[in-house]
């Protein structure tokens, strides 16, 4: 496969965005949407690697007010006859359970639909969107940028609808995309062609974790790139800190005078050789004083004699 700089995913600062995938559409739910409950297996999977690596996790949900004023207009008037889908705080709502991050660990319907972002673990969050797209008037940019993300990995349900508009929202806000293939309802084939036309990959669950581990092996088990860049500053500052101890230390039984003198910063090495040369001559200068040595008088400086015009020079 050709690899484009621009397009290429970078598995060591991706998140996962689960799109839709509540338990109303599931088989049986009151808006039963075909094979999102076949995809659960391989959703959990990916979540389970995510948890594991302590990768960021989005998901983005839908939440309808049974006026349906907050409703696409293609389902206001489902909604007003009474059509008993996905209404804030009842159980069809939630997460399908093979999602959730913890058992017994809902959705706060009234929080999402302000606008929040709901935290569900250290790196987990749900986010509700108003409309098809995930990106369509919410904050889940915002909160992507902050965590340094440049890789979107999607799974979910119904790609003809909200997976496919979210992933195409995140295409033109320059995110690198990747789609679980196996792990989105709804997906057919002349779909996969256009994904791949914008630079979209199209990989299994089982690569894709495979991927994640491998990106992530370098930077320690759990450690996202902008923790990796602390620990790495942190491990240079106590490094140095090592070198400089290391330098202060003197044998025993030595001179701390005659120690090497450290050159200065941007002092070059002939000059600090002629530094420890000038103090090499005043140990021996001071040896010599210390054992009854005679020390050389001072110079005397030169006679002077008249010139013939009256003035001085030098002998």
Not at 4 to 33: C, H, K, M, N
Not at 158 to 178: G, H, K, L, Q
Not at 238 to 251: E, I, L, T
Request: net charge positive.
């Amino acid at each position: 496969m050709h690899e484009d700089s621009y397009t290429s995913p970078d598995f060591s600062s991706a998140a996962l965005i689960t799109i839709d995938t509540q338990r109303d559409v599931l088989d049986g739910g009151a808006l039963e949407i075909p094979g999102t409950t076949a995809v659960l297996p391989q959703m959990s999977i990916l979540l389970s690697a995510f948890r594991e690596l302590r990768a960021p996790i989005v998901h983005i949900v839908r939440l309808y007010r049974p006026d349906g004023s907050n409703a696409d207009l293609c389902r206001r008037s489902m909604l007003e006859r009474g059509a008993p889908i996905l209404h804030p705080g009842v159980d069809g709502t939630q997460l399908a359970e093979e999602l959730l991050p913890e058992a017994g660990a809902r959705l706060d319907d009234e929080l999402l639909l302000a606008g929040g972002v709901q935290p569900l673990g250290s790196c987990e969050a749900a986010i509700y969107k108003p409309r098809w797209g995930a990106f369509y008037r919410t904050p889940l940019e915002e909160h992507l940028r902050e965590r340094e993300v440049t890789t979107l990995l999607f799974c979910g349900c119904n790609f003809p609808n909200c997976p496919r508009t979210s992933i195409y929202e995140a295409s033109e806000r320059d995110f690198r995309v990747v789609v679980a293939a196996d792990a989105v309802s709804g997906l057919y084939e002349r779909g996969e062609r256009e994904l791949e036309n914008i630079g979209v990959r199209l990989m299994s669950s089982d690569d894709l974790v495979a991927a994640m581990r491998g990106a992530h092996s370098g930077l320690g088990m759990g450690v996202f790139p902008q923790q990796h860049r602390h620990l790495r500053r942190r491990r240079h500052r106590h490094a140095g800190a090592s070198r400089r101890g290391r330098r202060r230390r003197v044998p025993a039984g030595g001179d701390r005078r005659a120690r090497r003198p450290c050159a200065a910063p941007g002092l070059s090495s002939a000059a600090a050789a002629a530094a420890r040369a000038r103090q090499g001559r005043s140990s021996t200068c001071a040896r010599a004083l210390g054992s009854g040595a005679r020390a050389r008088p001072p110079r005397t400086p030169p006679r002077q004699r008249p010139s013939p015009a009256g003035g001085s020079r030098s002998a």
